[in-house]
């Protein structure tokens, strides 16, 4: 007589087939309305940019415009000395802020509302501050010279100056609030020691705050890096990329090409700020998993 096993018969020597639990099934279903948004804003979206910008001709219509090549300067130009002077001030401004009085409290409150506020009424208010026939900061010039300011946004130097100076403005006090925390952190014993010894401010922060914080303070440079090559509004907003184009950074530049009708070379130039990008979220990821 011949037997018949079934699959979950452990004599026949086929495991059973799992079965998803109740929570299983329900977590599945829940979750599924999520990842169908991440295919259809986020992964299409992506790949569709790539697809646009796979023709080589794209880079070579690139190399050959000049308002490129002066954009990945600006850019370059943009992270050298944006990033660092901002990550300076914001580390001693994080030993001013740290002490505490009360009237250093509420001046903070006022220190921070600049990355409170949202970046378009701030941004555009300077632009309008710094109108060379009605802002208020050449009307004050002229009521304390007699003489006419300077157009601020008509030199490209001075118009790039001017939006490096608003992205510091801008997250600076989001940096201070991080590297204060750092400095909270560092045990008072270490300063009453110092203190005992003799030393004075510099070599407290030579010997004990700077070795503490540093890895804090290069973790907070690689990822304002990262975050400074995406920054759109501090130029744009304040610029437009003007005068002539010449003040375009590479998170800015792909909006001229769109206003140009020009979609693969917008998408080939955010491309090209992927060698500047994935370096640094290397590196970043690498200190994070330390």
């Avoid at 590297?179 to 909270?184: F, I």
């Avoid at 705050?209 to 890895?215: G, K, R």
Wanted: glycine share 6%; hydrophobic share 55%; proline share 7%.
């Amino acid at each position: 007589m011949a037997i018949t096993l079934s699959a979950s018969d452990p004599l026949s020597g086929t495991p059973a087939a799992p079965r998803l639990s109740t929570p299983q099934v329900w977590g599945i279903l829940l979750i599924a309305p999520y990842v169908l948004v991440f295919l259809a804003f986020v992964v299409y979206p992506v790949g569709y940019g790539f697809w646009l910008a796979r023709a080589p001709s794209n880079y070579v219509a690139l190399a050959n415009d000049p308002i490129f090549a002066r954009a990945a300067v600006n850019t370059l130009i943009f992270l050298v000395i944006g990033i660092n002077l901002k990550m300076l001030i914001a580390l001693f401004l994080s030993g001013f802020f740290v002490q505490q009085r009360a009237w250093i409290r509420w001046l903070s409150v006022i220190f921070i509302l600049p990355w409170a506020v949202p970046s378009i009424p701030t941004i555009l208010s300077v632009r309008f501050m710094l109108n060379p026939e009605w802002g208020v900061v050449n009307q004050l010039i002229f009521k304390f010279t007699g003489d006419d300011g300077p157009n601020w946004l008509n030199d490209p130097a001075v118009a790039l100056a001017m939006a490096i100076g608003v992205h510091i403005w801008k997250s600076l006090p989001f940096w201070t609030l991080i590297l204060m925390t750092g400095r909270l952190a560092i045990s008072q014993d270490l300063f009453e020691a110092a203190d005992v010894d003799g030393a004075n401010w510099w070599q407290k922060f030579r010997f004990i705050t700077w070795p503490s914080m540093q890895p804090l303070y290069l973790t907070c440079t690689l990822l304002s890096m990262i975050w400074t090559l995406g920054d759109f509004n501090s130029v744009y907003l304040l610029t437009g990329g003007g005068p002539a184009d010449l003040t375009h950074v590479l998170s800015t530049l792909g909006i001229r090409y769109l206003r140009l009708d020009q979609l693969n070379l917008a998408m080939a130039s955010i491309v090209c700020a992927m060698p500047l990008v994935l370096p640094l979220v290397y590196f970043m990821m690498k200190r994070l998993s330390r």
